[in-house]
């Protein structure tokens, strides 16, 4: 629990402009467009794999699932 104490020397820390509840949104945010330009990263790695006959069905389904199961946990210990 944050007390009153910690949110003003926060405020005053950070310029005044910037309060915690401001901070874990940009920080979710800003977390949330990393992993979701990586899960697509991978994605499209594994497609051109597939498509090139590199790897099989099999492991460019593993790897979409792999991606899917990344996100959702991201998602879920990463809220503002």
Do not use: C
């Amino acid at each position: 629990m944050i007390t009153i104490a910690q949110q003003n020397a926060f405020t005053s820390g950070a310029g005044g402009t910037l309060t915690m509840g401001n901070f874990s949104m940009v920080f979710a945010l800003v977390a949330s467009t990393v992993i979701l330009l990586f899960s697509g990263w991978v994605l499209l790695s594994a497609y051109r794999q597939w498509s090139d006959e590199k790897i099989d069905l099999h492991k460019f389904v593993w790897a979409i699932m792999r991606v899917l199961i990344v996100v959702i946990i991201f998602g879920y210990y990463v809220r503002p």
